[in-house]
């Protein structure tokens, strides 16, 4: 079973090495959440404009943001999830903090999972808690395919 899918929406997404990223997202949530059972990650890339969509429709922000996460689990022993990224917003970031797309692209993903895995990020202390762990996360996965 692969835990994590990933689909273009009326964007191409030059993300690399998608078998081995789904089996380190998979230990990744295995790390926090270890008593799950069963894991499923959908990746959705998409634009600006329909992510902005998404957080209109289904969150009231009326903002533009680089991801979205639903966890759509019915059972505490499952991550049944749908995670939205705008690529357009991850290259502008990308160009903001001066590193490449790809590099920028791990950050979100591992910030969307992080978050299922029920790390937060609205407080300071909370959010540097998130850097950290995608900061983490993102040396692991660079060791892993180096």
């Known amino acids: 079973v692969v835990p994590a899918k990933f689909t273009d929406q009326d964007v191409?997404?030059?993300?690399k090495r998608k078998r081995a990223l789904s089996q380190y997202l998979d230990?990744?949530?295995?790390?926090?959440?270890?008593?799950?059972?069963r894991i499923?990650?959908?990746f959705v890339f998409c634009?600006?404009?329909?992510l902005?969509?998404?957080?209109?429709?289904?969150?009231q922000h009326d903002t533009y943001t680089d991801i979205i996460t639903f966890d759509?689990?019915?059972?505490?022993?499952?991550l049944v999830s749908e995670l939205y990224i705008s690529?357009?917003?991850?290259?502008e970031n990308a160009q903001i903090f001066e590193t490449d797309f790809q590099t920028e692209l791990h950050r979100v993903i591992f910030h969307g999972v992080l978050h299922l895995c029920g790390l937060q990020d609205k407080k300071k202390a909370d959010a540097a808690a998130m850097r950290q762990a995608e900061d983490?996360?993102?040396?692991?996965w660079t060791a892993l395919i180096s």
Do not use: C, G, W
């Open 27 to 37: 230990y990744l949530v295995r790390l926090y959440r270890p008593q799950l059972k």
């Open 136 to 140: 983490n996360a993102l040396v692991q």
């Open 72 to 78: 759509l689990s019915e059972k505490a022993s499952e």
């Open 40 to 42: 499923q990650l959908q």
């Open 12 to 15: 191409r997404t030059p993300l």
């Open 52 to 59: 902005h969509t998404i957080n209109m429709q289904f969150l």
């Open 87 to 91: 690529t357009e917003r991850v290259r």
């Open 47 to 50: 634009t600006d404009s329909q």
